[in-house]
């Protein structure tokens, strides 16, 4: 039984020597990468003025900083959730809708947030407690958490909007009204913890005004621009007015919301390991995680950009082409990876002799960028085929498992009984709980095999829909029920053949791609 290819081997060879994917790939992974960079930006900015001052306010605000993480873990899934309604019925010029959902998704976001801004700014100290028990960083990081707290509402107010402006085709003032929000907090950093201009070095607490100030600027500037563009209006949050879009709302926001939390708490639970391995160990650790966030920032572009064009390729129905992209991308990943692995390894000298910190957490640092080289490799990889290709082709549940089960099943249980059980050595800690994207190589391997690349899915789904419209056509020219029932059966088993013979020769191809034996 065999399927008939969408192209021919001529239109085939001419997709493979098509270079106009990276032409597509920059156009989407430009904007995607900037975006990343720039906030990125911000935390490498906190860490290099706070690291003048002094070791423990570096250490402070990175533990500190994990609360304002969490949080955006909420409402990024809120804002998901927010979009893909937001964006149908937007397309269909409803525009009543819009504000339904809007309202919706803003009165989650500021619930959440008025929760975290109520806890930071009245329990700082306790939760900072859960991160360490170094009572100077827990002194340094209340703080910062009580002087960031407003931050919280602000921030879930203006992230809901930025979904609103990229859904009404204002894309570009969002990422205006970033970037320049950015540039103000780096700029106030400096005079605020430092006292420049005449006003008071606040340490590490000027830090966190500057976040709020630009949190500020960031809502003010929103709002104008909604004005001026007549957008959409937030109705009341006090009512729900349709309980059906209240329902379909959460039926997008839930899935993501379940893997967000778990992933995020995982890379909390990350901080609370070497938050109770010293301030060496912590300051060491916040310089390697800036370092590697603006060294993934590409990373990061090259797995949004793989999603969106293998998805408009599945969409399209071109899934000999999408194939194709999908291996062409999964080497591109590979390339991308070992080349930003490899320059932050070369550079790492560089970052150890600039970063303020003591000898031991210098000596930390050395090591922890190396391996950070060769994680970056592995989670090069995984980012593109997890969260671009396997997604793209409607395989999500593989992204959240492996997640989670690389985090919950292994980094964190064992860090925990390594750092507070056995007592192991800072750095021997660190390589386990960064274990996580090594430890998913063989199951993306292996899922890989099975699934082609989560393409196969889709068209094992596809074809399962024809063969059941043969089947119907057969019970409609015959009026034979049992007739038609057994070829249906027939096909079905025909399926599983072809899936079975379709996933062999994805899995010879993805071993070439891994031995480097595969040609562009």
């Known amino acids: 039984m065999k399927i008939r290819n969408e192209f021919d081997r001529e239109d085939l060879m001419q997709t493979k020597n098509d270079k106009s994917i990276y032409k597509q790939l920059l156009h989407i992974v430009a904007p995607i990468s900037f975006q990343y960079l720039m906030a990125s930006f911000v935390s490498a900015s906190d860490a290099f003025m706070l690291g003048f001052l002094d070791q423990d306010s570096l250490a402070a605000s990175s533990l500190a900083t994990q609360i304002p993480f969490v949080y955006s873990l909420f409402y990024g899934a809120f804002v998901f959730g927010f979009n893909v309604l937001a964006a149908q019925y937007w397309g269909k010029g409803d525009k009543k809708s819009v504000e339904e959902i809007l309202t919706i998704a803003m009165r989650y976001a500021l619930l959440v947030g008025i929760l975290f801004s109520v806890l930071t700014a009245c329990i700082p100290g306790q939760i900072m407690r859960i991160f360490t028990a170094d009572p100077v960083l827990i002194e340094k990081g209340a703080v910062y958490l009580r002087t960031v707290s407003l931050s919280f509402v602000l921030t879930g107010f203006t992230q809901i909007y930025y979904g609103l402006l990229k859904v009404c085709d204002h894309a570009g003032l969002s990422s205006m009204i970033g970037s320049l929000a950015v540039v103000l907090n780096i700029a106030l950093n400096a005079v605020f913890i430092f006292g420049l201009v ?36 937030l109705g009341n949050m006090l009512v729900i007015k349709d309980r059906q879009m209240h329902k379909d709302y959460w039926k997008y926001t ?193 899922h890989y095999k099975k699934s082609g690349c989560g393409i196969l899915r889709y068209r094992k789904k596809r074809n399962e829909v024809l063969l059941a419209l043969r089947a119907g056509c057969a019970l409609a020219r015959r009026r034979d029920m049992p007739q038609a029932t057994a070829l249906g059966a027939k096909m079905c088993r025909g399926i599983f053949f072809i899936a079975e013979d379709v996933c062999e020769k994805a899995w010879r191809r993805l071993a070439r791609v891994y031995r480097g034996k595969i040609a562009a």
């Open 198 to 233: 005449g006003m008071p070095a606040m340490g590490i607490a000027g830090a966190a005004l500057a976040t709020v100030c630009a949190r500020i600027f960031e809502t003010i500037a929103v709002i104008v621009v909604v004005i001026k563009y007549k957008c959409p209006k």
């Open 254 to 446: 839930t899935p993501l919301l379940v893997n967000q939390i778990g992933w995020g708490g995982g890379v909390t639970m990350y901080s609370v390991i070497m938050g109770h391995m010293g301030s060496d160990a912590v300051a060491a650790n916040s310089i390697t995680t800036i370092a590697k966030n603006m060294l993934s920032c590409l990373i990061r572009g090259v797995s949004g950009g793989a999603g969106v064009l293998i998805g408009n390729l599945l969409g399209a129905g071109e899934l000999d082409k999408a194939k194709v992209y999908g291996g062409r991308l999964t080497r591109m990943a590979i390339v991308v990876g070992m080349t930003t692995g490899g320059l932050l390894m070369l550079i790492s000298p560089l970052i150890v002799r600039f970063a303020p910190l003591s000898e031991t957490a210098a000596e930390y640092l050395q090591y922890m960028l190396i391996f950070c080289g060769c994680n970056i490799m592995a989670q090069s990889v995984n980012t593109t085929v997890l969260d671009g290709i396997f997604c793209a082709g409607g395989d999500s549940k593989f992204d959240m498992k492996g997640n989670l089960g690389a985090m919950w099943c292994f980094s964190v249980p064992f860090g925990f009984f390594a750092a507070f059980v056995l007592k192991w050595p800072v750095m021997v800690v660190y390589c386990i709980v960064n274990l996580d994207e090594i430890v998913k190589i063989p199951a993306v391997y292996l």
